[in-house]
């Protein structure tokens, strides 16, 4: 390697180098830059390129990726569980409050016309919507109309979730006290438990 040493301050440069890479000096005989100027750099001072910094890039942005894509399954695995049982809850309490609103309507119509009514006599007397019917899905709950009897002095309406919709079916009667049971299949007359 041909070195060229800087005849202003010593330094070796590399051989093809048209200045000093310390001071700037010109070995051309030129000029050299004045005291305290920025000089460029020699040709053999200028960086090489290694092909390293895009698979670095890909490695970090990878790196990145997953730690996010971790973060996010935590987060997930946490707050899933938590929003299906909020949603339950959610849809129970609105199955209770369509059957208190069917019972409500049925004490209506039973002071009116001295007995109780079906789910479309409610709706033509304008007691319930008219899209409340036997069979109708509301809130992922199956509302039925079990009975009216024939001197209508008995009623008994219905509320059974879907598979996902919650844990506890629902029915109301004549007494006016909505009853659950655990399942899918709702508690028959007075044979569920009370909740008020």
């Not at 040709?43 to 997953?66: C, D, E, H, W």
Request: proline letters at 5%.
């Amino acid at each position: 390697m041909n070195a060229k040493s800087c005849g202003n301050c010593g330094l070796f440069n590399e051989a093809g180098a048209f200045a000093c890479v310390r001071c700037g000096f010109r070995f051309d005989g030129a000029p050299m830059a004045p005291r305290g100027t920025w000089a460029p750099p020699g040709a053999g001072y200028a960086p090489r390129a290694t092909g390293n910094s895009k698979s670095t890039i890909v490695v970090i942005v990878l790196v990145v990726g997953l730690v996010v894509v971790g973060f996010g399954g935590i987060v997930a695995a946490i707050a899933i569980p938590s929003l299906i049982r909020a949603r339950a809850a959610a849809n129970q309490s609105a199955a209770i409050g369509m059957l208190r609103s069917i019972a409500s309507a049925e004490a209506t119509y039973q002071s009116r016309h001295g007995r109780y009514a079906t789910l479309d006599e409610l709706a033509k007397a304008g007691l319930i919507g008219a899209e409340i019917r036997n069979g109708m899905e509301r809130n992922s709950y199956v509302f039925r109309e079990v009975k009216v009897t024939a001197e209508s002095f008995e009623f008994c309406a219905e509320a059974m979730p879907n598979v996902t919709s919650g844990d506890d079916s629902y029915n109301i009667v004549e007494d006016f006290v909505i009853r659950e049971r655990e399942g899918t299949t709702p508690p028959k007359g007075k044979s569920g438990t009370p909740i008020g």
